[in-house]
């Protein structure tokens, strides 16, 4: 072969290579290796044509590899030979999108080379809160309509300058095509005011804010896709008033500091520091050093610290001053994050006392993304929100144009169409109808996005969920009832495109069994076309029905008495008056006012209360929390539950660990000890039932969902156990265990079922 003449090949490749500067890249690539051709974006992928000489040609294609953009993800390339065609330039050739697929960006953080461009003395946008380029910035949370140009987000109203128009133009920019390009010459712009909306003279509002918050006052500050609340993490009378301000007793707080500062409160292992410094800059929940920096009450009782880094100019020019921010949620308790400035002066009056804002609005809520590490199962993600949505999820199969409504707390809904999920972001409980206007609106954008009808609309099976009711209020024919532990296995297999039967374990808070009780500890055998429940938790009494799971020594005591017929000499019971015993009493016996449920979350509530750790609860899972928490000892003792053969199934009761933990109480046993002994009975009764299940179906692989999961020591101490006896774990990494991950399940079984 003669080396010298030119050969032609095309090349396409998958994978996350739009709207973060790939065609720049490659135009610069071929420049480079003196190739002509062209490039191209499609909905399938990008593709490339180049034309030289075959070592140059040989450089070029390993160089997509090697050298590829920051943010870029290459899942395939593809090279075909051609015959020469004689191009004579390298061109950006038109995108070609078919109907539907356009890919809409997750919004990213800030990248290394705008942090320079807004702090290198003499640059033009020294100081600037809005630079971004195509490696970073602002995209979900500002598109209106698609395709993603520019006069279709909210920086319509902002006409370049000529500088940033030149930038904007030129291949070989770094803000080629950066649709939300801006510079102080033209671009968004900051505000501060006070609550009372009285505008506060400032030469930089940014740093009279970080003034403020230096002082102890709490801001409102506008971010990519809400207002946070803010306030100095150092300063405990500053946390204190936030928390009594926003309702908020106990709930942990996010805090938000450099990376080089995490270290001074929070153990980071190399894995979460590279993390918590992705583009999608997450909340990462790390473990909590002993330090007297932080305000005790920012997460009181908690071993973790939820941190994130700075991720906007704003925050990164913030930071030039503070060291440790809290950053929450700009909600009112329950309600969805404001998002305009109107509705943060109304919303958050009484909780703040000044509003950092800016004239570029925010078209797509977008909470910040909350995610966990463990060695052993890798990165899980608690909340899917900024940074992750609305990324598709490839599916195992094809699906019809299906809308899966989701459930009730952290609700999220999903829409698929052939071999892709979208997944939204998250939503919120719906339990109030500001929530669910925005879960429609939401609903709306996903489908104009992605010109996605749906012809099935699936649901959970809880009549009296507004998922539901809105599900059957739609005019989509085939509707379909998915029951919600079904729902968390699917979703498990799907993002694992795992299409194997297996035993599936759904531990969780709350879901509608389809006998009518409140299911939650269920052993289900089956794949992606349906699922049989072959196991379970005994069902024991919630009085009062699903209402006692704000109360949880109601459920101790419940649980108590229908076991054994008594109750135990403790100090709890002690505490709660002999009128509340009775009423209690006599609901069982008169099977009164009496919901069953199967719940492994009840089952954490009653035994936190019957320790004395828990009484009342003021967020979900918090007695789980802090059970899990006090759950320190080494020890391998746990409490025996007998499983026993019943109705074709195993039924697990629970009964010997409840009255187990009520004689170590009496004995003296350390509580921390009594928590992790029963922390090791549930890994072991999952065990002794999947051994069972093996031997009955012979499957070995075991997969994990449901909002339990989220406590670590279960789901690390179940995984170690599994993989120990010979099964096949298989766990989420991409969507979340809770109830924000049910859409998902439920478009699939909807579609297949
Ligand atoms: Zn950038
Ligand atoms: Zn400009
Ligand atoms: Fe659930």
């Known amino acids: 072969m003669n080396t010298r003449l030119p050969v032609r090949r095309r090349i396409f490749v998958k994978g996350i290579v739009q709207g973060v ?27 490339v044509e180049v034309e030289g000489a075959v070592r140059q040609v040989d450089d070029f294609v390993r160089s997509i590899r090697s050298k590829s953009p920051a943010n870029a993800r290459i899942d395939s390339l593809h090279i075909s030979k051609l015959p020469c065609k004689g191009y004579k330039h390298f061109t950006i050739r038109e995108s070609v999108m078919d109907r539907g697929s356009t890919l809409i960006s997750p919004d990213l953080a800030t990248c290394s080379e705008c942090r320079e461009d807004i702090t290198k003395p003499g640059n033009r946008r020294k100081g600037y809160p809005f630079t971004n380029c195509t490696n970073c910035g602002p995209r979900y949370s500002i598109i209106k309509i698609t395709p993603y140009d520019r006069i279709h987000t909210t920086m319509r109203s902002f006409k370049m300058c000529r500088d940033c128009a030149l930038e904007y133009q030129d291949v070989l920019d770094r803000r080629f095509h950066a649709q939300p390009n801006a510079c102080p010459e033209c671009g968004p712009k900051v505000a501060l005011y006070r609550i009372n909306r009285q505008p506060v003279a400032a030469e930089s509002p940014i740093d009279k804010t970080a003034g403020l918050l230096l002082q102890g006052k709490i801001v409102a500050i506008k971010g990519l896709g809400g207002f946070h609340i803010a306030c100095d993490a150092t300063n405990e009378s500053a946390v204190t008033r936030l928390r009594r301000r926003k309702g908020r007793p106990h709930k942990p707080l996010a805090l938000m500091c450099r990376l ?6 929070a153990r980071l292992t190399k894995p979460e520091a590279l993390y918590l410094a992705s583009a999608q800059a997450p909340i990462l929940l790390l473990q909590k050093r002993k330090t007297r920096i932080l305000a005790p009450s920012i997460a009181p009782g908690n071993p973790y610290l939820g941190i994130m880094l700075p991720y906007t100019p704003v925050h990164h ?13 700009g909600n009112r308790q329950d309600e969805p994050v404001t998002i305009d400035d109107a509705e943060c002066f109304a919303s958050l009056h009484g909780i703040v006392d000044y509003v950092l804002t800016n004239d570029r609005p925010i078209e797509n809520r977008n909470d910040d993304s909350i995610v966990t590490y463990s060695p052993l199962t890798a990165f899980s993600i608690l909340r899917r929100s900024r940074g992750y949505a609305p990324d598709p999820i490839d599916l195992p199969m094809k699906l019809a144009p299906t809308l899966g409504c989701g459930g009730e707390l952290k609700s999220t809904f999903c829409m698929a169409r052939s071999k892709t999920a979208y997944l939204s972001p998250h939503i919120g409980d719906l339990e ?11 609903l709306e954008k996903y489908r104009r996005w992605f010109e996605l009808e749906p012809e099935v609309v699936a649901h959970d099976l809880h009549p009296d969920y507004m998922t539901t009711r809105f599900a059957k209020s739609t005019r989509i024919a085939k509707k379909v009832a998915v029951q919600h532990h079904f729902a968390h296995i699917a ?19 709350t879901g509608y069994g389809t006998d009518g009780k409140i299911w939650g500890c269920e052993f289900l055998v089956g794949d992606l076309t349906g699922f049989d429940r072959v196991a379970h938790l005994a069902y024991l009494p919630l009085p009062g029905g699903e209402a006692s799971i704000r109360h949880p020594y109601r459920i101790g005591l419940a649980y108590l008495l229908y076991t054994r017929k008594q109750l135990p000499n403790l100090p709890f019971v002690k505490g709660t008056r002999t009128s509340e015993r009775r009423a209690i009493e006599q609901m069982l016996e008169t099977d009164f006012n009496l919901a069953f449920t199967s ?3 009840r089952l954490f509530d009653a035994i936190a209360a019957i320790l004395g750790v828990t009484r009342e609860i003021t967020f979900e899972a918090q007695a789980a929390m802090q059970l899990e928490y006090l759950a320190t000892d080494r020890t391998v003792m746990s409490y025996p539950a007998e499983i026993r053969h019943e109705d074709g199934g ?10 187990g933990v009520a004689t170590d109480i009496k004995r003296g046993l350390r509580t921390e000890t009594i928590a992790s002994k029963f922390h090791n009975s549930i890994i072991t009764f999952s065990i002794d039932t999947c051994k069972k299940l093996r031997q009955e179906y012979n499957i070995r692989k075991v997969a994990l969902s449901g909002g339990a999961f989220q406590n670590r020591l279960l789901l690390e101490g179940l995984v170690r156990e599994l993989k120990k006896n010979g099964f096949a774990p298989i766990f989420h990494q991409k969507v979340p ?8 399940g439920q478009v699939i079984l909807a579609d297949r079922g």
Request: glycine share 8%; hydrophobic share 45%.
């Open 21 to 47: 500067g790939f065609r720049p890249f490659i135009y610069r690539l071929a420049q480079n290796h003196k190739l002509r051709g062209w490039v191209l974006n499609s909905s399938k992928g990008v593709f």
């Open 260 to 265: 080089a500062d995490v270290p001074r409160v």
């Open 317 to 329: 020019l913030l930071f030039k001053q503070l060291k440790f921010l809290v950053m929450t949620s």
């Open 432 to 442: 109030n109808f500001d929530t669910l206007h925005a879960y429609q609106q939401t």
């Open 491 to 509: 979703s498990c297999l799907a993002e694992n495109l795992v299409e194997d039967r297996v035993i599936g374990l759904a531990f969780d808070g």
């Open 599 to 601: 719940s492994l979350g």
């Open 650 to 659: 195993f039924v697990i009761d629970p009964a010997e660990i409840i009255w």
């Open 737 to 744: 265990y809770n109830d924000g991950g049910i859409a998902l």
